[in-house]
């Protein structure tokens, strides 16, 4: 298997270390800025675009956030290359959804979303199953990792003295207007009740320092609440190690003939 990935931020980086260190890839980086001095070095191939990746390439990971999955995406599954991405909240956007599961069957290739920042997503998959009556997502973070989101315009994250919400919403609202903070809220949507229907509150806390998501769910089967406090990888704030880490397990179950 032929590995490249897309993106050389704080989970691509991680990403493409781990890969490395496994004798997995990178086979190949797509990047922005063609870049050889940033990140991963000049030691793997950089390219800016799909058209240029290399011909024995199988399987792409999405490292890099909405835009990324939009402008590449497609490409990669009408190549018929599988593709993993930790960009799950730009599926919010319905057109883009389409374009990606059209893409797919006409490549006839698979979009892989890896789990992300959250677990129990499993739980959430089946209980579906049975009929789920509500599922709510709350999602903390220090105030410095809503910097740059619409957060600061509700509150001043420097000054913040106590917990505050600042977004109350459906999924599909958190993960369109929080591109790099609200994936966690789309995994929760796609594995459970939707976008429209999934509740979803997001909080600046100054009294913590992990990412904390929490996931309550109703249903058929019972009920059930889930908590993680997730460091932040040391280069992005805003970004779970455990994020880069559930795209290498992604990849392990491409990889692996038994799978969980
Ligand atoms: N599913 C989840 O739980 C999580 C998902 N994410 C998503 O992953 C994204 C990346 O996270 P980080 O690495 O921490 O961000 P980062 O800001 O450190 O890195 C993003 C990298 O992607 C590159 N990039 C952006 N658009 C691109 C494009 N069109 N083509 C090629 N490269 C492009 C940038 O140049 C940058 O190097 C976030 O923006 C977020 O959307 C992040 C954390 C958790
Ligand atoms: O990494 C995290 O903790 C969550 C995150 O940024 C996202 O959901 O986009």
Not at 207 to 217: D, G, K
Not at 250 to 260: K, S, V, W, Y
């Amino acid at each position: 298997m032929k590995i490249g990935i897309i993106g050389e931020g704080a989970v691509g980086r991680y990403v493409a270390r781990t890969l490395d260190e496994r004798g997995l890839g990178p086979h190949v980086i797509v990047t922005r800025s063609h870049s050889l001095t940033e990140g991963f070095g000049d030691s793997v191939p950089h390219v800016g675009s799909v058209v240029e990746l290399p011909p024995d390439v199988t399987l792409m990971v999405d490292c890099a956030g909405h835009e990324a999955l939009a402008e590449h995406g497609c490409a990669i599954l009408e190549r018929g290359i599988d593709l993993i991405t930790i960009s799950l909240g730009a599926l919010a956007e319905p057109s883009l959804a389409q374009k990606l599961a059209d893409a797919a069957r006409g490549g006839g290739s698979q979009l892989h979303l890896a789990s992300g920042a959250i677990g129990a997503l499993d739980c959430l998959q089946a209980a579906k199953v049975g009929g789920l009556s509500e599922v709510t997502y709350i999602g903390r973070k220090p105030p410095p990792s809503w910097q740059g989101s619409p957060a600061e315009q509700e509150l001043d994250l420097g000054g913040l003295q106590t917990a505050t919400t600042h977004f109350e919403g459906t999924a599909r609202d958190a993960a369109l207007a929080y591109p790099k903070n609200a994936n966690v809220a789309a995994a929760v949507a796609l594995a459970g009740l939707g976008f429209d229907a999934t509740r979803v509150k997001l909080v600046a806390d100054p009294s913590i320092t992990a990412n904390v998501h929490e996931i309550h769910a109703s249903g058929a089967f019972g009920r059930f609440s889930f908590q993680i406090e997730g460091q932040a990888l040391p280069d992005n704030p805003r970004s779970s190690a455990l994020a880069a880490m559930s795209a290498i397990s992604a990849i392990e179950r491409e990889l692996d003939p038994i799978t969980i």
